[in-house]
Structures are given as C-alpha cells and as structure tokens.
C-alpha cells in the first residue's frame, strides 16, 4: 500500500517509482517469456498486430522495439500481471476501489540502438471524461541514467495539453520549444529490475536513445478509474468490461474538467508512438541513424 506521503507526491509531480515490486521467479518468467517472444520476430519482416520493429530488423539480428497490446492476448501470463494484487492495490490509493486496464505494451531498448519516444502525454492519446488515468511501467532490466530511463517532466500533468499535430494531422509528440514546458526539468525515474514506475496520463515525458551496452525493457499497463469513458468512444461493450480488474464497472461516466486535444485526424503513420511520430516535425532525440550517419 502507498503512505500519505507518496500519494501527495504523486498528486504534486505526478509520478512515483516503486523499488522492486517483481521479484524471484515472477520477473525471471516475465524477462524469460519476453525473450522467447522476441526470438521469434526472426520470422517477421514487417510489424504485424505483435511486433513493432526497428528499422535495422532483420531475420539475422531480430530487433523488436515494442512488443503490441496482442501480447495481453496470446500470452496469460502477461493477462494474468495487469490483474495482479501487487500492482492493483497500490492503485486503489490513486484510483479508487474501481478499475479498468485500458491497454498496454513493452517498450524495448535494446542494448545500443534503442529507439527513442519523443516528448509527449499520454492524454494526447486517450483523452477520458475525467482524468484518473495512469501508466504504470515495470522494468525488466536495472535501469540507470545510460540506458534510456523513461523522463518525466514534475508536475506538468497540472498544465495544458499540448499540441501533438503536425502538418495539420495527430502525430503523437509536441514541440518542447514550442510549448510552455521546460524539459530541462525532466527527471529520470530509475530503479533496479522488477521496480514499478507510475505516471499520470497527463504528464509530459520521453525518453532518449539507449546509448549503453545494456538493454531496457518496460512494460506498460495503462489503467483508469472504471468511471472515467474514453471520449473517443467504446467500439467493444463487452471487452470494456472484461478489463476491469478492480472492483465494479460503471455506466455513469463521472465527468470532470481537463484539457482536451483530440488525436483526430488520424496520423499518418500508424501502428505504435513510434510509427505517429515519423510525422512529427520536430524531433528532440538523436535517432540511431542519426548517430550513424554522424559517425
């Protein structure tokens, strides 16, 4: 359970990591399993509704930048972890006794050339009637400042919403220097192996490319107050309800103030963040083909 004081904290800067919450055999079948998933991208040339992948993949050398919402599933193991007690009664502090998993998926970093996620909020993406929405990350790997912690701006999830289009058209990152935003203030949330981060979905964050010789590897949960709706719609009564994992749904959407962008209309680039943002027209991370071309 979370103390009075990491609430607050929570409340005031809008995130918090939590040291080793998975350990022993539950990280080691999480990191064995993600490994089993990646080897077998060498079949894979394209990203399909499972594997998002680098530029340089190749059948030779599998490299899989992002692991798609498919995985929760074809794999119970992965299902079974948005539900488990650890991370869902921790949530209730934040949330409240009702809760819904909107989506996930793992980011990989891999050792070298793992992409970066420009800046950005997740709100952008899935803007709710309200906004008890958040974002939880499990590390699989020790995460330090070399390779590619996820950077959070403090407290601007109490800010606006920033412009996440380009050329007219949703591409999934702002322009910091455009924006009222200080990125400089942005600080690494770091942990060892099995550490927990939790993000408000409103507040800025990124991260850059993994220069170490170490990969990191994060798997995401987003999840929310069962009575904050999408407001791009529910396609799926059903399946909105099969996501709870906390307590009860509703069919009253508790609505309350925020600001909003829509992510309307459409990137052109679509399948993952990573995909949006070939569109945005400013990149502040160095890409790994950047950093090749410059060597």
């Not at 299902?79 to 921790?90: E, G, M």
């Given at each position: 359970?979370?103390?009075?004081?990491?609430?607050?904290?929570?409340?005031?800067?809008?995130?918090?990591?939590?040291?080793?919450?998975?350990?022993?055999?539950?990280?080691?079948?999480?990191?064995?399993?993600?490994?089993?998933i990646?080897?077998?991208?060498?079949?894979?040339?394209?990203?399909?509704?499972?594997?998002?992948?680098?530029?340089?993949?190749?059948?030779?050398?599998?490299?899989?930048?992002?692991?798609?919402?498919?995985?929760?599933?074809?794999?119970?193991?992965f299902?079974?972890?948005?539900?488990?007690?650890?991370?869902?009664?921790?949530l209730?502090?934040?949330?409240?006794?009702?809760?819904?998993?909107?989506g996930?998926?793992?980011?990989?970093?891999?050792?070298?050339y793992?992409?970066?996620?420009?800046?950005?909020?997740d709100?952008?993406?899935?803007?709710?009637?309200?906004?008890?929405?958040?974002?939880?990350?499990?590390?699989?790997?020790?995460?330090?400042?070399?390779?590619?912690?996820?950077?959070?701006?403090?407290?601007?999830?109490?800010?606006?919403?920033f412009?996440?289009?380009?050329?007219?058209?949703?591409?999934?990152?702002?322009?910091p220097?455009?924006?009222?935003?200080?990125?400089?203030?942005?600080?690494?949330?770091?942990?060892?192996?099995?550490?927990?981060?939790?993000?408000?979905?409103?507040?800025?964050?990124?991260?850059?490319?993994?220069?170490?010789?170490?990969?990191?590897?994060?798997?995401?949960?987003?999840?929310?107050?069962?009575?904050a709706?999408p407001?791009?719609?529910?396609?799926?009564?059903?399946?909105?309800?099969?996501?709870?994992?906390?307590?009860?749904?509703?069919?009253?959407?508790?609505?309350?103030?925020a600001?909003?962008?829509?992510?309307?209309?459409?990137?052109?680039?679509?399948?993952?963040?990573?995909?949006?943002?070939?569109?945005?027209?400013?990149?502040?991370?160095?890409?790994?083909?950047?950093?090749?071309?410059?060597?």
């Open positions: 359970m979370l103390t009075a004081q990491q609430i607050e904290t929570y409340r005031r800067d809008g995130y918090l990591v939590i040291p080793r919450l998975i350990e022993g055999a539950q990280l080691a079948e999480l990191r064995s399993l993600t490994d089993g990646v080897a077998e991208a060498r079949g894979v040339t394209v990203n399909d509704d499972l594997y998002d992948l680098e530029p340089s993949h190749s059948a030779a050398l599998p490299r899989v930048r992002r692991l798609k919402p498919a995985i929760f599933k074809r794999y119970a193991f299902r079974a972890l948005t539900r488990d007690p650890k991370i869902t009664s921790i209730t502090a934040l949330l409240g006794p009702d809760i819904r998993f909107y996930g998926k793992l980011n990989m970093k891999s050792a070298g793992g992409a970066p996620v420009e800046w950005h909020q709100w952008a993406f899935y803007p709710h009637t309200n906004d008890d929405v958040l974002a939880t990350g499990i590390y699989l790997d020790d995460c330090d400042i070399d390779n590619g912690p996820l950077m959070v701006v403090p407290g601007s999830h109490h800010g606006p919403t412009d996440h289009h380009a050329g007219g058209r949703f591409c999934g990152a702002f322009d220097q455009a924006s009222t935003v200080d990125v400089s203030k942005a600080v690494p949330l770091m942990g060892p192996a099995g550490s927990m981060t939790i993000h408000h979905a409103r507040l800025v964050h990124g991260s850059a490319l993994n220069r170490s010789n170490r990969q990191r590897r994060l798997l995401l949960h987003e999840y929310t107050a069962a009575d709706w407001l791009m719609g529910v396609s799926n009564f059903d399946d909105f309800n099969d996501r709870m994992v906390l307590g009860k749904p509703s069919v009253e959407p508790r609505i309350v103030a600001p909003v962008r829509m992510p309307l209309p459409a990137a052109d680039h679509q399948g993952s963040i990573y995909e949006n943002q070939r569109g945005s027209g400013h990149r502040f991370f160095e890409t790994y083909e950047e950093r090749s071309v410059a060597r």
